[in-house]
């Protein structure tokens, strides 16, 4: 009897492990494995922004210092905090972010590149026009380091985000007016081709550049505000009819939605993947229509791989 508690035991063992590795290979996931890649000359460059990249103790000394400096440039103190608004997808908002000098400094540098928002496609990688989002936006080009701004916010983005400053893509403005908004849709690829370079996006930190009058909210369609549970209303799947009704119930304060207020300076974190790589679609959000006022925000999408460098990049 006992040989047969045993075997049954592990016949069970072996289908449940059989069954977790069929269900885990099914599901898409964000790894960046450079062992199994060619490696080549880039790679040596990325070792050594690594060995710069990854010193924690830089980062800490960097937000510490920062935060010993209090206050804003206008000389009033506002103190800085983060706090944790979900878990479902994993959400964070950040208070006072970005001083008033830099928000305003970064709608600068982008405003001689804006235009027409776009999107990119999942066939190949193309930006293009898309009544899904009807912003404008530009894009923060600098080389190196010659601007300390943005030098700053990209270091400060690396400490939060727990991912190396190379893992960041350019930083985008967006300038949202009276009824613009972006529809639901998440930040990672569902392509091979947009994931060339850098490999999948883990992270998103959104920076609000301007106060909202009314609107603008961003909502999340499939998350859970931390320490409520899910509701019916946010069990369905994410489409156009569901943002929209989100977006009505955020403007109206309804606690159990998922949303995110504009605030000049604030920030909002979301990964965009679980712990174990596998892409979480409740990271799905939108960017609530503005009723009144301009919204202003910065984007900082974090990559699993370095950017532009190492074997994630594309050769040219």
Known sequence: MRTTSRSSSSLVSVVLVTSWMMMSASMPTAVADRVRLPRDHRDEVLDAEDAHGLNANEYVKYATRRHGDGGDDDGVSEGQWVEQVSATPRAYVYRNFLTRRETEHLVRLAHETMGRSEVVDNDGGNATVSDDRTSSGGWIRTRDDEDEVVRDVELRVAAWTMLPRNRGETIQVMKYGPG???????????????????????????????????????????????????????????????????????????????????R?????????????????????????????????????????????????????
């Not at 639901?184 to 060339?196: E, G, I, K, L, P």
């Not at 859970?224 to 403007?251: M, Q």
């Not at 712990?275 to 229509?289: I, T, V, Y």
């Open 264 to 316: 000049r300076g604030d920030a909002l974190l979301f990964y965009n993947a679980h712990l174990n790589g596998e892409l979480d679609e409740l990271s799905l959000h939108a960017g609530c229509p503005v009723v009144r006022g301009v919204k202003w925000t910065a984007t900082r999408w974090q990559r699993v791989g370095a950017v532009g460098i190492g074997s994630f990049a594309p050769h040219r």
């Open 180 to 262: 613009e908004e972006y529809k639901a849709h998440h930040d990672f690829f569902y392509d091979d081709v947009n994931v060339r370079d850098g490999g999948q996006r883990v992270a998103t930190v959104l920076m609000y550049l301007s106060d909202v009058e009314e609107g603008g909210e961003t909502v999340f369609p499939l998350g859970v505000p931390l320490g409520r549970e899910r509701s019916a209303k946010s069990k369905s799947g994410g489409k156009e009819d569901d943002f929209k009704t989100a977006c009505e119930r955020a403007r109206r304060g309804d606690g159990d939605v998922l949303a995110v207020k504009p």
